[in-house]
Nanobody, 115 residues
Framework: QARLVESGGGLAQPGGSLRLSCATSGFTFSIYHMSWYRQAPGKERELVAK????????YNDDAVKGRFIVSRDDAENTMYLQMNNLKPEDTAVYYCKAEWPSIYWGQGTQVTVSS
């Protein structure tokens, strides 16, 4: 059974950093394209960053504008999101997603950016 567990969320001050992890099990992580999404209160879930099975990355530039870095460690079956220069508008629940050939979601981790 596929399992995705996000961690690393919490409270950060504006300008601070957090590193999210998405630990996975139950499927062949290395062949899956992995993504980070986020959903703020009252808003739709949006794509933040994606890293494919070849470690090629794409970003929602409007959302992260070069502040976030997505990476993966296939030996550890884990994806990461390094978030720098955090802003209050980054406050959201962050979810990881695995896709192709199947789609799996994690349960989310809360990130709150506030002074």
């Amino acid at each position: 059974q596929a399992r995705l567990v996000e961690s690393g969320g919490g409270l950060a001050q504006p300008g601070g950093s957090l590193r999210l992890s998405c630990a996975t099990s139950g499927f062949t992580f290395s062949i899956y394209h992995m993504s980070w999404y986020r959903q703020a209160p009252g808003k739709e879930r949006e794509l933040v960053a994606k890293i494919d099975s070849s470690a090629r990355t794409t970003y929602n530039d409007d959302a992260v504008k070069g502040r976030f870095i997505v990476s993966r460690d296939d030996a550890e079956n884990t994806m990461y999101l390094q978030m720098n220069n955090l802003k209050p508008e980054d406050t959201a629940v962050y979810y990881c997603k695995a896709e192709w050939p199947s789609i799996y979601w994690g349960q989310g981790t809360q990130v709150t950016v506030s002074s």
